[in-house]
């Protein structure tokens, strides 16, 4: 009969040959005669698989997060940056309509948070954009406490929002 083994630890673009011993009740037979040369594939790097896309025209600051809604792509940015794709390769530019720079968004129930902050009164405080159109129009909204938010994640049918000082919000 046939009888398969799985060789781990094979360096990628290799050469290599193989013998084999059996082994049975009688002891450890003699080595058969080595295979023919076989060369193991190669994989390529992580950074080698992925392709530079355009969004378009420039955006006036950098990208700092990105998120799928179910139905397309959703970045933001430094002064209130968003670009949506359905694809990931053609981008439409949008904004909040403020120059905040938007540090996450996420996507949940129909729903896009995007996080920001700004300085008021000396202060930087956080404003968090919400949008029911996947990313093309924004409201705006202030915390009514004085914290900066970080992140935001839907699950569970609650949205929760995380910040400094280890405070949490649903």
Not at 56 to 81: E, I, K, M, Q, Y
Not at 94 to 122: C, E, F, P, Q, Y
Not at 133 to 152: E, M
Request: aromatic letters at 8%.
């Amino acid at each position: 009969g046939q009888t398969r083994c799985r060789i781990t630890g094979l360096g990628g673009g290799k050469s290599y040959t193989f013998a084999v011993k059996a082994r049975s009740r009688s002891g450890l037979g003699r080595a058969s005669p080595p295979s023919p040369p076989c060369t193991t594939s190669s994989v390529p790097p992580i950074a080698s698989l992925w392709t530079p896309q355009s969004a378009g025209s420039p955006t006036p600051g950098g990208l700092n997060s990105v998120v799928w809604t179910g139905s397309r792509f959703v970045a933001v940015g430094d002064f209130g940056t968003v670009l949506t794709s359905p694809e990931g390769v053609t981008w439409a530019q949008h904004s909040t309509g403020r120059r905040i720079d938007l540090k996450s968004v996420a996507s949940g129930n129909g729903r896009l948070i995007a996080l920001g902050d700004t300085l008021i009164g000396g202060e930087f405080r956080s404003v968090i954009f919400t949008s029911v159109d996947g990313g093309v129009s924004w409201t705006s909204r202030t915390p009514s406490i004085n914290f900066k938010v970080f992140l935001a994640a839907y699950g569970a049918g609650t949205w929760v929002l995380a910040g400094n000082g280890g405070m949490v919000l649903t």
